[in-house]
């Protein structure tokens, strides 16, 4: 039996890695006039590149997609197309992937990988909750657990209690949606008088699309799931599938043998050292339809390329602390949601729904930041929220450097979300 490419071991990684760098510059050199143009542009020569000239290359961006749409990036005539998939966007032109036959077996691959990794079998039933259509989430764990043998339920998103009733009568032993659907489901499955215990069979659970806390897995795995799972992918490098926690949950192993992965400063462009916080960019290795070089994913987080207790060699990428659109500048600071999410978390009687609301006061940004307090918070002591709207007030001024004010509201008064959580107002755009 020939050895699995998430068997490898980190020597045979790195050749690998070296060989199929030069393969796919030199492949979208010969087929993406818009590369051959960056790559002339930029003085590379091919015939001598070494993966260390992967630094002269320049970044692309999600500006360079919108700017090329709708199909100005692919690098395989049309005829080999069989998928296209687009991402909203909140201005201008969508982002548009486009995959050849080639890419769809190689997205259920990594997937596949992925579930597997988490502990999922061919005996599983796989709960789908991410949205299917033009958002890669459903498809891209549907083909995975499919690939598995796995039976698949593509619930999609919405009708919170056909969901529950589905996980309950189908069996559901893994459920894949965002986390804050995961959590919307543990607590309407509590007003359904659902124990998960006695009632559910949910095992693991594949929750990403958006960044999540330690709190938020603490939660879940106490009253919902045995074990959640952070995963990790965008459109741009196929969707979900990218990367995923192992059994250790102490950072996402990336595979390397489909993507190349770097951490820049994003201000500077300068590549940095691994254990340095930076935005990861990512050159696609295997990507067929749609190649690309050293994109900025502008998801922020630090690549940890230590050997891992589970035995997987593939480096791993810490837990996305935000994206820079997520980011929050207030008053010249950056500050992060998953920064607030931990400091709730440190707090008896708080629930992990909570809002940011920015606006301006004058020429001062102020940052107010509502969170709803649990059922059994005793909300009629007016003495007691005082002192715990104040010692929150304290710890997130500790540790954003920033004055914020606290408001807390009563249990089920936030927005709950079926698919990612608004969780910012930001009312100085307005
Ligand atoms: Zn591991």
Known sequence: MSIRAHEFNK??????????????????????????????EAG??????????????????KTDLRDNYPLGLISVDMSKIVRLHASSGTTGNPTVVAYTKKDIDAWAELSMRCLEICGATSEDVVQVSYG????????????????????????????????????????ATVLACTPSYALFLAESAKEEGIDPRRDLRLRIGVLGAEPWSESTRKILEEEFLQSAHDIYGMSELNGPGVAIECRKKNGLHIWEDHYF????????????????????????????GMPLLRYRTRDITILDDEICECGIAHAKIKKIIGRTDDMLKIRGISVFPSQIEEVIAGFEGLT?????????????DRLLVKIEVSEDFKSDRLVEIVDLQKRLEEELRDVLSISVAVELTEPRTLPRSEGKAQRIIDLRKV
């Open 11 to 40: 020597s045979q990684i790195k050749e690998l890695q070296a060989r199929k760098l030069k393969e796919v510059v030199s492949r979208v050199y010969q087929n993406s006039p818009f590369y051959r143009r960056r790559l002339n």
């Open 44 to 61: 590379i020569d091919l015939s001598s590149f070494r993966p260390d000239d992967i630094k002269k290359i320049p970044f692309t961006t």
């Open 132 to 171: 299917y259509g033009l958002f890669t989430g459903g498809l891209g764990l549907h083909y995975g657990a499919e690939r598995l043998g796995a039976k698949v339920i593509p619930a999609s998103t919405g009708n919170t209690k056909r969901q529950l009733k589905l996980m309950k009568d189908l069996g």
């Open 261 to 288: 992965v770097e951490i820049i400063d994003p201000n500077t462009g300068e590549v940095l050292e691994p254990g340095e916080k930076g935005e990861m960019v990512v050159t696609t290795l295997e990507k067929d």
């Open 352 to 364: 992990p729904f909570y809002q940011l609301v920015v606006d301006r006061d004058g020429p001062l």
